[in-house]
Structure formats: C-alpha cells, structure tokens
C-alpha cells in the first residue's frame, strides 16, 4: 500500500527526526565532555535538577529503559554527582538525588547549553522553530 501525502511527510519526519536525533546526541558529547559527561548522564542529571526521582520515574519520562538509567545512575553515584535516599512511596525503589557537586555540574551544564540553544537557534526563524515543536508535541500525542 502507497503512503498518502500524510504518510510520506510523516515519514520523511521520522528519517530526518533519527538523523536530528544523531546530532543532538554528538552536541551534547561535546558540551558535556569538559565535564566529564555525556549526553546519557545528562539526561539523568536533568530528570532530577527539579525534583528527585525513582530509576523507573526516570526512565519513564525521558523514554529510557529502567535498566539503562540504572546503570547510568550507578555511575554518577560513584562520580560523587547523585547518591541514593530512602523513598517514602515506595521501600525498595531509591530516589535518585542530586549531590551539591551534582547541582553544580547540572547549573554550569545549563548555563553551556543556554549559549548552544541562542547560536544554534539563530539560524532559523522563531516561528519555524515554534511550528515543529507544535507538530512534534501533536504527533507525539497521537502515538499515546
């Protein structure tokens, strides 16, 4: 069956949003290396910056496998950035937390990625950027 014009747009989005994908994750290598971060730990870094969270309540919202964010998780603890507390809502289910170091790197993280977004940005019109993160939210929420 032939893809209506919907489809093939669609598709094309989805090529072009894996490539994006791709490029996103190598910017934030390179922001986050002098830190001695990736991209990956940064996602966890940036889950918690507001609010303390389960490995499960990571991974579900930042669209991870729980095991992935665990082992993540583990490893920012030994680097001193995150450390494990006691969860009220549930026994065996940790929270994640920030360490002051952890703070520290997440603010100078946000303060790197604050120049990246304002150059990279200011190639393209506002409004072109505010239509696709329109479209995106409304594709992402016709796929549940």
């Known amino acids: 069956m032939p893809h209506t014009k919907n489809g093939k747009a669609f598709t094309d989005l989805v090529l072009e949003t894996f490539r994006f994908h791709g490029r ?3 910017a934030g290598d390179s922001l986050t290396k002098p830190l001695g971060l990736t991209s990956a730990r940064w996602q966890v ?3 918690i910056e507001g609010q303390s ?3 499960a309540q990571i ?3 930042m669209g991870l496998a729980r095991q992935n964010v665990q082992r993540l998780a583990n490893l920012l603890e030994e680097e001193g ?3 494990y507390a006691p969860n009220p809502d549930h026994r065996r289910a940790k929270l994640v937390c920030l ?3 952890g703070k520290k790197a997440v603010k100078e993280l946000a303060r790197r990625q604050a120049v990246w977004a304002n150059q ?3 190639r393209v019109n506002l409004a072109e950027i505010e239509v696709a993160l329109k479209a995106l939210r409304a594709l992402r929420a016709s796929l549940g």
């Open 24 to 26: 996103l994750l190598a």
């Open 45 to 47: 870094l940036g889950a």
């Open 53 to 55: 969270q389960s490995v």
């Open 59 to 61: 991974g579900r919202q």
């Open 81 to 83: 950035l995150v450390e």
């Open 99 to 101: 360490t002051q170091r």
């Open 120 to 122: 990279t940005s200011s």
